[in-house]
């Protein structure tokens, strides 16, 4: 009996089935679909994680594989929530963590669960991938927000990666959100200047104006264009803010929405060099988990391949502001009354559908 064909296969096969020089008025009008397009799907885990996408195979095949990777394995003796059970013949929901920081330890290359116990996270977002595979939805998560971290209490939600390495800020995330991890990568900063500038530059929608302490960069407010030393001030500031993190969340998000339609432009998919220079730009600065292979990552762009950046949705978990814990510490507490509602919206893959109802500033108590 033949082999079947492979994922991989299947979408090079997409593009040798497209016409190579037909001319012009036998050739309908159409967008082309095949390798260049699929391969962006086939980053797309990584586009909404704001990484890179769009890479031709040889690069994925030589380069991907060769990424830092870190074990997120759990002590079988922590509390986690049940595992998403599904119909057969029916996919579950993907959930991605992103943990970003201002510090290049965070990747360093010979870096291992245990040295990362001195490392705090500045940004911490749940990508979920829908069952359909046709929506991605990012929440980010305020890094002050005041929870219960096993074997140690109370404590700021950033602080698990110091208390216990990966395996607790996954566990601490996990109980948060009510559901379980998949996949896991950590991304410095850094890395923002490289891809900014390796797109020839990101265009986001800026809701407040302000001058960052980070390079002195004076942001307008509307739509601007920026450079990496502009996107790198941009997504660290927070002190130019009357709410702080909050709005350094929604910046951050409105960088990663630029990048994402930028990566996925016309402009970046037609230009090799663009799609090269991206993914170098960002291996040195990150770490994956040993799960997110190179076929794993081809499996979901494959039943991704209809993703546009449309489909991306962003939000930040809703609080009720800030407030101070009983050690004196300035933290964020968390909505849990409304935050019932995101845990059921991870548990049946309906983030997305949860994601329409917020908006920007929803994050705080209303009215």
Do not use: C
């Amino acid at each position: 009996m033949a082999e079947q064909p492979t994922n991989l296969e299947r979408l090079l096969a997409e593009t040798d089935a497209e016409p190579q020089a037909a001319p012009q008025r036998e050739r309908p009008r159409r967008k082309r679909r095949g390798l260049r397009n699929t391969l962006i799907v086939v980053g797309s885990l990584i586009v909404l994680l704001g990484i890179a996408a769009a890479i031709a195979y040889a690069m994925l095949a030589n380069t991907f594989n060769g990424i830092e990777r870190v074990s997120i394995k759990q002590d079988p003796t922590l509390k986690r929530p049940a595992a998403v059970e599904v119909e057969p013949g029916k996919k579950a929901p993907i959930n991605i963590l992103l943990l970003g920081s201002d510090s290049r330890e965070t990747t360093d290359p010979t870096a291992t669960a245990e040295d990362l116990k001195g490392f705090r996270s500045d940004a911490i977002m749940v990508a979920q991938i829908s069952p359909d595979r046709k929506h991605l939805t990012v929440m980010s998560i305020m890094r002050d927000n005041w929870v219960e971290i096993q074997g140690h209490g109370e404590a700021k939600i950033n602080a698990a990666v110091a208390f216990g390495g990966l395996p607790l800020a996954v566990n601490t995330i996990e109980n948060f959100i009510g559901a379980r991890i998949d996949h896991v990568a950590l991304i410095d900063f850094e890395s923002f200047k490289g891809l900014t500038d390796a797109v020839g530059g990101v265009t986001v929608h800026n809701d407040v104006a302000f001058t960052a302490k980070h390079g002195g960069f004076t942001f307008e407010q509307g739509d601007i264009t920026l450079n990496g030393d502009e996107a790198l001030g941009y997504v660290r500031e927070r002190y130019s803010f009357t709410d702080g993190d909050y709005q350094r969340a929604r910046n951050q998000q409105a960088y990663l929405k630029g990048l994402t339609q930028k990566i996925m432009s016309s402009e970046t998919l037609s230009s090799p060099g663009k799609l090269t220079d991206t993914f170098q730009a960002l291996k040195p600065h990150l770490i994956l988990d040993e799960s997110l292979d190179l076929g794993t990552t081809v499996g979901l762009g494959y039943d991704m391949r209809g993703l546009r950046s449309g489909d991306i949705g962003f939000f930040t978990s809703p609080t009720l502001g800030t407030g101070t814990s009983a050690d004196g510490q300035s933290i964020v507490v968390p909505d849990w009354t409304e935050m019932a509602n995101v845990q059921s919206a991870f548990q049946n893959g309906t983030l997305n559908e949860y994601a329409e109802t917020r908006s920007a500033g929803s994050e705080l108590p209303q009215g």
